[in-house]
């Protein structure tokens, strides 16, 4: 089964499809009387959960522009069946996270859950996951290693792990940059581990040294006092920020000096915090990151489609799009039939052979994606904004079986 994204429909179906978004304030529905099989309805419902507030508030408007593309290019219903969805906000925390989903599954009566979007959200899914087998669980843009290690025969994820988007990244550092000693500044939280230890893990590999790391907790004001703590003898910094932090730090990394050059976790330099009112070219060009998201210069049909019809992309954008599209394009080739426990459903995902914006993908035995990741560098642009740019790609990264926890030495 070949799945591909498929070309725009009419205009008219924008309307329509937005018709259909139901938000979280809303009366949640049960497809089939809460028992997860939808098989007894003429709707189709899926929760959405996303972070709309905290650190990375952003989220949720992404995931809803995301979504709503995937409509305007394919319908609002399926096999007769109309599409529901609700959104679910949650803090970014495991707490709200838990609370979201359980709304979502044993009030609203979902048939499937998309999301979540930050890291130690998605461990909190998974494990709940585990407990409504019902339920189809679809990852949003939680990338935590370990999520697709748990056993939940009900859970998928459309996207690399946080490691895995390191692919080909430490070697670069070494080789290519020469960047032989580094430090870490990294927010302390299950993504960044996974994020910075795929990185390091090929970094000393290769030959390169980490001489120490300090590890804050997100939301962190002050980076001036961490940036005077950094060895004189390092050759870069390895920094694991997102979001407003990231911004923060690049602005704090000009006003006091730092001439170190960066290596950029994968949501460091995303176009989020590089499109900031501060004044941040000194610090973030030359910055250079892995991750999921290709820069200036790919060379994809599907990848001009999509920046086409969903401007300014960011990662969350990008993996919201590509999982909800792949679900919607399983749900297809199904009809909409989630009778016998959405068996056909699940089939259709495992099996699937994606092709979308950032290239083919397919899943493994543990319903986890293989992937194409891309390396980038933060250059100016002819405009004299802050963009990334392409220096390479590597194919078939497939995930290890490693989930780091904070570390200060090679791991």
Partial sequence: MTLRTRSRMLPALAGAAALTLTLAACQGGQSDGGDGGGDASDEIVIGVLA????????AMGEAERAIQAVLDENGDEIGGKELR???EGTDGTTGSAQDAVRKLVENDGVDIVLGPASGDEGETVVQYALTAPEVTFVNGAASPVGMTLEGAENFFRFMGDSAMWMGGLGEYAYTEKGYESMYILSEDYSFPYDNAGGFFDEFCAAGGELVGASWVPVGTQDYATIIAQIPSEVDAIYVG????DAASFLAQAVSNGLDKPIVGGSITVDQTALSGDANIKDAAIGTITGGPVPGVGYDNPEWTTFTETVENPNIFTLLYYQAFDAMYQALAEVDG???DDQAAFRDAMQNISYEGPAGPMTLDENRQA???NFLTEVVEGPDGSLITE?????????????VYDRFESCP
Avoid: E, H, P, R
Wanted: proline letters at 0%.
């Fill in 370 to 372: 293989i992937v194409d």
């Fill in 51 to 58: 972070v709309d507030s905290g650190n990375l508030s952003f």
């Fill in 241 to 244: 920020l997102g979001g407003a």
């Fill in 337 to 339: 039939d989630l009778s």
């Fill in 85 to 87: 969805l609700i959104y």
């Fill in 390 to 402: 392409q220096i390479s790609q590597k194919s078939d990264v497939a995930q290890g079986t490693t």
